[in-house]
């Protein structure tokens, strides 16, 4: 009996495609999704579980959530849509309450009541006082300063442990997590694509046959790119530009595969929603996978 991670299930749920029945939207478990409404666009985004993922993790596999709004807010480097994503219903709020005000503030502007145009007046204040608030980005900036680590070297005995401390410089060590992220994301995206082309093309099928085989190439690949890339960043002996940019390199090739892989899933998602889906365009998905494979083989 296999034992699912909690975190890798999470991981799936938050990067598989969203569907789509009488109107509203529902995330790969059957969970129905809030609509969340902007004065710009009309959004379904699935929102991480909590205690499953850390902050890290959420920025990087839900970066549209309101969670990762909050973090980036809280660490210091968010933005105006971070804002509006958290208090998404703060405009229509402050329309409402200046509408309110103004067919308030009209007669008693006519009627010269002093004390009432005070009132107004710092009624029109306290919102704006508000706004500056939620908008000052530099409140946050405190959670950025990171205590310092001298108190870990009051160990008195050595702890074993079975994580390995990789070799190679320390400059080129932040592409290895960058790697590792990837790697994990590619098996999520991998695992939801290869449940797709079972539910379109049921094996036996000379299509299915096809279709796994592409996601078979991509893997191999992918993972070669991978271990070439670790195998530089381990064995290098000098950061020059000419390593940074064969790692580079190596990394843009991942997330090749990646973003194709994930084109294809959002293909058979329509594909499978539509019964009036042409023979043609299923040979482009399968076309698209086999050029991807001959593109990434280049690198």
Known sequence: MSIVNPKSKEIKRLTSPLTFKDFKAYDSQGNLLKCSETLSDVRFIVEPKENILNEDEILQYAPESKSASQIRLKRGFGGIKDVLCVHESLPWILGLFYVVLISIA????????????????????????????????????KYTVKK???????????????????????????????????????NVKEEVVRELIEKRFEPPQITYDKFISSIDNCHKLFYAQSDAALNIINLAVEDTPRVQDEIKNKIDAMKTIINQI??????????????????????????????????????
């Open 262 to 299: 994930e084109d294809l899933t959002n293909e058979l998602v329509i594909n499978i929603s539509s019964s009036n889906e042409s023979e043609d365009e299923v040979k482009n998905l399968l076309d698209d996978m086999e050029n991807l494979i001959d593109s990434v083989k280049e690198y």
């Open 148 to 186: 310092p680590v001298k108190e870990l070297k009051k160990v008195e005995t050595p702890v074993q442990t079975t994580v390995e401390e990789s070799s190679g410089l320390e400059s080129l060590k932040k592409y290895e997590k960058e790697i590792n992220n990837l790697k994990v994301l590619f």
């Open 106 to 141: 009209i007669p008693v502007t006519f009627s010269k009541n002093m004390i009432g145009m005070y009132l107004i007046l710092v009624l029109v204040i306290l919102p704006l006082l508000y706004l500056y608030y939620i908008f000052n980005f530099k409140k946050h900036t």
